[in-house]
């Protein structure tokens, strides 16, 4: 790293450096060391530079966008994790599983579960106030999901920096099948219990995604408006876990229940990615 002004600054190829070691680790199956030697603990603009950087690859390899995740939004995560504040992140096609559906182990590294709320956006909002008036009406529809977390990062040694340079240690995704319009359910109030393998290993509420999901989605509207890619009408949103997340495995049924969108399904069996 460079020094400017007494303080770490990550050069042009610090960023590079961080980037293509993510995207060996991505390619290769196994996970890399941190990043944050590269481009420091805490550096925001360094990290989504990395993560920018890795996203135009996927683009340019002919991967397709549909939408953002939240992370870090319960209090519970950041607990995990170390981290006090929350990230996003970018959703590919190639991410999105269905309920009922099953993925290999190997898809996502050091796959972990967390049961959350996902909208669908049925307007931009890259213009405006982008506050909750606004993003509530361009909401087209909710559903519960299931975000399979996964780390680049051996042992999920991250720093807020390696998380976000990590694409906000995004996976996988699940989408539930009862749509709900925010005419017919307050997702504040919504009450989640995630189990694997039939046991209960996680509970939490709406009110834990920054107090209201619908803040949650605020705070990204804005932050993907500063960060130049705006959300679009169409995407999904990821708007961050209810409780914490746990651990998978192959051989593992996790099943989420959201008060008021049902449950949605997924099942882990051995082997690489598709």
Do not use: H
Request: charged share 20%; hydrophobic share 45%; aromatic share 4%.
């Amino acid at each position: 790293m460079n020094e400017t002004n007494g303080l770490a600054a990550a050069s042009p190829s610090d960023i590079a450096a961080a980037a293509e070691r993510l995207a060996g680790a991505a390619a290769s199956g196994v996970p890399c060391s941190p990043v944050r030697d590269l481009i420091g603990r805490d550096d925001l603009a360094a990290a989504y530079a990395v993560q920018a950087a890795l996203a135009a690859s996927r683009l340019a390899a002919g991967a397709r966008i549909t939408g953002r995740k939240i992370g870090l939004t319960s209090e519970a995560v950041q607990r995990q994790l170390g981290v006090d504040q929350p990230d996003l992140g970018v959703l590919f096609e190639d991410m999105a599983y269905a309920d009922g559906d099953t993925i290999p182990i190997g898809r996502v590294l050091q796959p972990r579960a967390e049961a959350e709320i996902a909208f669908v956006l049925r307007a931009d909002l890259d213009a405006g106030p982008l506050d909750a008036p606004q993003v509530r009406a361009a909401i087209a529809y909710a559903v519960a999901a299931l975000e399979i977390c996964g780390s680049r990062i051996a042992g999920w040694d991250i720093s807020f920096g390696d998380t976000v340079a990590d694409n906000a240690s995004s996976g996988a995704y699940v989408l539930g099948t009862e749509r709900r319009t925010l005419d017919e359910f307050d997702p504040v109030d919504v009450a989640m219990s995630m189990s694997i393998g039939g046991e209960e290993v996680s509970t939490g509420t709406g009110a834990a995604c920054l107090g209201d999901p619908i803040e949650a989605v605020v705070w990204l509207a804005r932050m993907a408006r500063d960060l130049g890619e705006p959300l679009r009408a169409g995407q999904v949103v990821l708007s961050g876990a209810l409780g914490p997340m746990r651990p998978v495995a192959a051989g593992d049924t996790v099943t989420a229940t959201l008060s008021g969108l049902g449950t949605v399904t997924v099942r882990f069996t051995e082997g690489a990615a598709a």
